[in-house]
């Protein structure tokens, strides 16, 4: 008998591979390696009619022993300028993933909902201060053209320079 | 709390406050049993000792109650009180276990109506139903053996913390299922889906009125919650502590047959309290 955390992983490798369907925001959702299955890497789609379109940003997943208990940990490996991302680190603000996360979710809803969270940004809770600051200063402009240069520098097809910070 | 250095020139954001409060909290409460053993009604007269209208009210529950059993306050209390009443209200009596894992079982249909995969939950239903299966089975050849193995149960994190995930996928699964019925008591918060996302199935935030109606109406299990709250009016002579039946006086009524749970409230927080004649209740 598979530990739980391992019993629930293997169903959602399975779940996601009986249903290859359109998972726009994102692909490529798979364990590191073969011999871990606590580790995965996940490609996040930049969403159209942002400044992140044309971006494959790199995440990778560490899911803990106590998973689906406990959240899993995912972090930006590419650079992305983001209210809610932290532009060195790669951490990710989002609730469900911290004071809010229920077994419900699993590693596939939350690529939706972190790819969600690329269109919707929250400027309330940043971690990128300067972000933020252009985006509740109601600098549109100035927030689309940051994101897209830093799209463009690091996310763009074919583009390998992960910002390792 | 986070592990990024946060930048000290600005004012935490709302999100770390929570993460926050959430790590004092449970700093304060990893401690404390998920479930305590029963204690005399007198445990809970000492806390009071220095307020003459809870203790007015505690000395007036002695009358009908005799024991409470102490739940960690992490959020989680109301679940984990209700699943430990029910199924210690309804084990040793053969047949009112099997409705009960009957009613568990179809529970299933409710979630997956909503578009809840299997996946997320069924792990957690195995568990919830094998619980109350070992209990009954125990139970038969040994009451006392039964108890003990009902507390062992419950104080197990992986256990209890299992039945508690899937109490409140099977809360949130309800409440989708009749939105139309629970929208209107949502206050300031037009979306069932956010609502039950944030406030059901997030592990750790607290019930509301809500929650009990719905979960005891999924179940049809009958639900007595006692206040304590300590108000003036209360140290009235004649004035009978308040008693809240779920999910309403008729339904509770007509439910009793499947046994009865009774929780004893504090303002923020839910015990299991137990009455001098469970089967009168």
Same mark, same amino acid.
């Given at each position: 008998m598979h530990p739980a955390h391992t019993r629930r992983l293997l169903k959602e490798i399975q779940d996601y591979h009986n249903e290859p369907s359109e998972h726009e925001g994102f692909k490529d959702l798979r364990p590191r390696d073969d011999d871990t299955i606590? #580790? &995965?890497?996940v490609v996040i789609v930049g969403p159209r009619d942002t400044g992140y379109e044309g971006g494959q940003f790199q995440v990778t997943i560490e899911v803990p022993s106590g998973y689906p208990l406990q959240p899993p940990q995912f972090r930006f490996i590419t650079p992305i300028c983001h209210p809610n991302v932290h532009f060195h680190t790669g *951490?990710?603000?989002?609730?469900i993933l911290k004071t809010a &996360?229920?077994?419900a979710w699993t590693l596939q809803t939350?690529?939706?909902?972190?790819?969600?969270?690329? #269109? #919707?940004? *929250?400027?309330?809770s940043p971690l990128n201060c300067d972000a933020a600051a252009l985006l509740r200063s109601g600098d549109l402009l100035g927030y689309q053209s940051l994101v897209r240069m830093y799209t463009q520098?690091?996310?763009?097809q074919g583009v390998t320079s992960n910002y390792q910070g | 709390m986070s592990s990024f250095q946060r930048d000290p020139s600005r004012s935490p954001t709302d999100l770390e406050i929570l993460e926050h409060q959430q790590s004092v909290v449970e700093a304060h409460t990893s401690t404390q049993l998920l479930v305590g053993p029963q204690e005399p009604l007198a445990a809970l007269a000492k806390e009071y000792r220095g307020s003459e209208s809870f203790r007015a009210q505690i000395e007036r529950l002695t009358q009908d109650y005799q024991a409470i059993r102490r739940c960690r306050g992490d959020g989680n209390c109301f679940y984990r009180a209700f699943a430990m009443g029910w199924y210690e209200a309804v084990h040793s009596d053969p047949r009112r276990c099997a409705q009960a894992l009957r009613t568990l079982e179809e529970s299933a249909d409710c979630l997956q109506q909503v578009g809840f995969e299997s996946l997320v939950f069924e792990d957690f239903l195995k568990t919830a139903t094998d619980t109350l299966h070992t209990l009954q089975c125990t139970s038969r050849d040994s009451p006392a053996d !039964? %108890? !003990? =193995?009902?507390?062992q149960s419950f104080q197990t994190p992986e256990v209890s913390n299992s039945i508690v995930v899937y109490l409140r996928m099977l809360t949130s699964a309800f409440l989708r299922q009749h939105q139309d019925d629970y929208l209107p008591f949502l206050e300031g %918060?037009?979306?069932?889906?956010? $609502?039950? @996302?944030?406030q059901v199935e997030a592990m750790g935030v607290e019930s509301e009125e809500i929650h009990l109606i719905a979960l005891t109406r999924a179940l049809g299990v009958s639900l007595r919650v006692v206040y304590l709250d300590g108000s003036p009016r209360a140290s009235e002579s004649?004035?009978?502590? @308040?008693? /809240?039946? $779920?999910?309403? !006086? %008729? %339904?509770? !009524?007509?439910?009793?047959?499947?046994?009865?749970? @009774? =929780? =004893?409230?504090?303002?923020? /927080?839910?015990? =299991?309290?137990?009455p001098n004649h469970p089967t009168s209740q």
């Open positions: 606590t #580790s &995965w890497q *951490e990710i603000c989002l609730d &996360w229920s077994p939350v690529c939706l909902a972190i790819h969600l969270l690329l #269109s #919707s940004p *929250e400027p309330t520098l690091y996310a763009q | !039964a %108890e !003990a =193995l009902l507390e %918060e037009p979306d069932m889906v956010r $609502f039950c @996302t944030g004649g004035r009978p502590v @308040t008693i /809240h039946p $779920f999910p309403n !006086a %008729e %339904e509770c !009524a007509a439910n009793a047959s499947s046994g009865v749970v @009774t =929780l =004893l409230y504090r303002p923020g /927080h839910y015990d =299991l309290i137990y």
